[in-house]
T-cell receptor, first 108, second 116 residues
């Protein structure tokens, strides 16, 4: 059974701080996606990474795919209250398998 | 403009009383999915349709059924809801399925189901 483990599960920080969340598995991914889900809404795709070692940036968000394609990280610089939400990684093994998510709360 | 629309946003049902959740899409995507998401947990795939072909996950209880009468609509039927079925139910679509690189899921806003 393919499992994706995300850490930390909960994160509460002040506006302006930096943070990193992690997504790890013992399996190799064909590709990996990061989604953000706001309370009461469905997840929205942020990025897809495909190549080992790949780094993608989306404004203050930096996504990295591990060289072995077994892990990924999301780094947020100067977090803002609007970044609050559930961040989900999802790996592709013929279907999309989600991690349990990191709940981020950014306080003003 | 919403592209994947789920109704209702909130649904309350009684223990054992059948309930149907609906999903419609304006994207003309081939694939439609139903996920169950409980609080602080990962979305769990229940089943999906590739066009008219139904694909059930092995661990999806028989209590959950689905119908896709046409490309645009898909329904989730829970025949006898139990307390453990209270969750957010998410509908999603994708263009071709198979999760080719850069294939993405488009999610609806979900239906929050409560079972009394």
């Amino acid at each position: 059974t393919q499992l994706l483990e995300q850490s930390p599960q909960f994160l509460s920080i002040q506006e302006g701080e930096n943070l990193t969340v992690y997504c790890n598995s013992s399996s190799v991914f064909s590709s990996l996606q990061w989604y953000r889900q706001e309370p009461g809404e469905g997840p929205v795709l942020l990025v897809t990474v495909v190549t080992g070692g790949e780094v993608k940036k989306l404004k203050r968000l930096t996504f990295q795919f591990g060289d072995a394609r077994k892990d990924s990280s999301l780094h947020i610089t100067a977090a803002q209250p609007g970044d609050t939400g559930l961040y989900l990684c999802a790996g592709e093994w013929g279907k999309l398998i989600f991690g349990q998510g990191t709940e981020l709360s950014v306080k003003p | 403009d919403a592209m994947v629309i789920q109704n209702p946003r909130y649904q309350v049902t009684q223990f054992g009383k059948p309930v149907t959740l609906s999903c419609s899409q304006t994207l003309n995507h081939n694939v439609m999915y139903w996920y169950q998401q409980k609080s602080s947990q990962a979305p769990k795939l229940l089943f999906h349709y590739y066009d008219k072909d139904f694909n059930n996950e092995a661990d999806t209880p028989d209590n959950f059924q689905s119908r896709r009468p046409n490309t645009s609509f898909c329904f989730l039927d829970i025949r006898s809801p139990g307390l453990g079925d209270a969750a957010m139910y998410l509908c999603a679509t994708s263009r071709v399925g198979g999760f080719a690189p850069n294939e993405k899921l488009f999610f609806g806003s979900g239906t929050q189901l409560s079972v009394l």
